[in-house]
């Protein structure tokens, strides 16, 4: 089913459509200040490919998600190599690329549990359980990850992006109550958190089209994920 909320090509740029996170840049062994340097700056990449995603704006996002992965995997630095299969993983997914996106972001979430980085983990399994719900035939396996990591410290923009996911797989199970409370829940912690992309992809499974057609608009979004319900 096409999403609710079509996009029209848009020449504006966002500032940012979801939370962002600062990646660290410490390592076992103390990193030459020319280390550091190579880390930030694929750091910066890296978010900058992210909003490139969340805008729809893939090709662009690809390479840019894989010239940071070269960087970063050159200097060793593995948690950014992980972040980075992650980000291409969920780019993969966006794509209708399912079985590319399934390895990257269990190779991802493999890496972070190896490195004991919860909070990136956690973040993983939030995306994986969105793979599940745009494979369209995985509802129940969606709600299994999200029950994993709602409640246990997500980014707000995460979460709200977790509980739209819970949204989606009730939906597709035929629950439609439980959906609808889903998709609230999703949306006060969005509009808590300003975090204005997920409160607008949102508003698009309640019914909310115009106010959701503009924030995207505003934020310079050409394409959103489609969900099928």
Do not use: W
Request: charged fraction near 30%.
């Amino acid at each position: 089913m096409t999403s609710a909320v079509s996009r029209s090509r848009s020449t504006r740029s966002s500032a940012t459509c979801s939370g962002r996170r600062t990646c660290s840049t410490t390592s076992a062994s103390r990193p030459t200040t020319r280390d550091v340097g190579t880390r930030r700056s694929s750091a910066t990449t890296g978010n900058i490919a992210e909003i490139l995603s969340d805008q729809g704006r893939f090709d662009e996002a690809r390479s840019l998600f894989e010239s940071a992965k070269e960087t970063v995997t050159g200097a060793g630095a593995r948690l950014l190599e992980h972040v980075a299969e992650s980000n291409l993983g969920r780019l993969a997914a966006r794509e209708g690329r399912f079985d590319e996106a399934e390895a990257a972001l269990e190779g991802a979430l493999a890496g972070f549990e190896e490195l004991d980085a919860a909070s990136f983990a956690l973040e993983t399994r939030a995306r994986l359980a969105e793979l599940d719900v745009l494979r369209g035939d995985r509802p129940e396996s969606a709600l299994g990850r999200a029950q994993l990591s709602l409640g246990k410290g997500l980014a707000p923009a995460v979460e709200a992006m977790l509980q739209r996911v819970r949204g989606y797989a009730l939906r597709q199970s035929g629950d439609e109550e439980r959906a609808r409370a889903a998709f609230e829940e999703s949306l006060l912690v969005a509009r808590t958190a300003d975090a204005e992309y997920e409160v607008a992809l949102t508003l698009a499974t309640l019914g909310g089209t115009e106010e959701a057609s503009e924030i995207l608009d505003r934020l310079g979004v050409v394409a959103v994920p489609d969900v099928p319900i």
